[in-house]
């Protein structure tokens, strides 16, 4: 099992820059889990943003974000960030951290098996 929590939404505002922090705890080992951060709009699905593998050596990136996010994660402490820059009002979105136990992560939703609660972030125009 995997706990996750996130950290670090807010309100900004288009051009600005936010880092997402989410941190693991739990008897399955983090360094053996892939992890992925996807996000959902109200009345939107839930989307990939971006996933990474165990190791960090992986990335991988949705169209939308891709040069305007990063994604990385520090195994010693349990943790993966989502470093978002050039924010823009159509990334609003409860942003969602998620664990897979495929180790080199996955942009597919169903891949994930462990969902943290969640963390608020808001672009003003």
């Known amino acids: 099992q995997v706990q996750l929590v996130e950290s670090g939404g807010g309100l900004v505002q288009a051009g600005d820059s936010l880092r997402l922090s989410c941190t693991a705890s739990?008897?399955?080992?983090?360094?053996?889990?892939?992890m992925g951060w996807f996000r959902q709009a109200p009345g939107k699905e839930r989307e990939f943003v971006a996933t990474?593998?165990?190791?960090?050596?992986?990335?991988y990136y949705a169209d939308s974000v891709r040069g305007r996010f990063t994604i990385s994660r520090d195994n010693a402490k349990n943790t993966v960030y989502l470093q978002m820059n050039s924010l823009k009002p159509e990334d609003t979105a409860v942003y969602y951290c998620?664990?897979?136990?495929?180790?080199?992560?996955?942009?597919?939703?169903?891949?994930?098996?462990?969902w943290g609660q969640g963390t608020q972030v808001t672009v003003s125009s």
């Open positions: 998620a664990a897979s136990l495929s180790v080199g992560g996955s942009a597919r939703r169903y891949d994930y098996g462990y």
């Open positions: 739990g008897r399955t080992s983090f360094s053996r889990c892939g």
């Open positions: 990474i593998s165990w190791s960090g050596g992986s990335t």
